[in-house]
């Protein structure tokens, strides 16, 4: 069983910056990809980035594409979200994720993911 928890949210101003943290826990880290999904009041929950195993292949939603980055330490067993310019769209409690399965590279979609942090807010003020 992987425990994954998550932290650095908080509230900041728009232009400014966040970094998430996801510890994880209780599995072999470096054999999942990873992910960070977000989710606004009354909307889906939705597929922000993720990133190989080896942390060498990434890919983002196109709604953070050069303002967000996903990075991994596998030694560290830490999956991280670097968010810069950001705005009040970005406000959602974001969700880090681990597909134990590996059936793709890179996975994208909720349903391929198995293990699922608690979240974290992030507030964004216009």
């Known amino acids: 069983q992987v425990q994954l928890v998550e932290s650095g949210g908080g509230l900041v101003q728009a232009g400014g910056s966040l970094r998430l943290s996801c510890a994880a826990s209780g599995g072999t880290f470096s054999s999942y990809p990873m992910g960070w999904f977000r989710q606004a009041p009354g909307k889906e929950r939705e597929f922000v980035a993720a990133?190989?195993?080896?942390?060498?292949?990434?890919y983002y939603a196109d709604s953070v594409k050069g303002r967000f980055t996903i990075s991994r330490d596998n030694a560290k067993t830490t999956v991280y979200l670097q968010m810069n310019s950001l705005k009040p769209e970005d406000t959602a409690v974001y969700y880090c994720a681990a597909d134990d399965s590996a059936v793709v590279v890179i996975p994208t979609t909720r349903d391929e993911y198995d293990y699922w942090g608690q979240g974290t807010q992030v507030t964004v003020s216009s």
């Open positions: 990133i190989s195993r080896n942390g060498v292949i990434k």
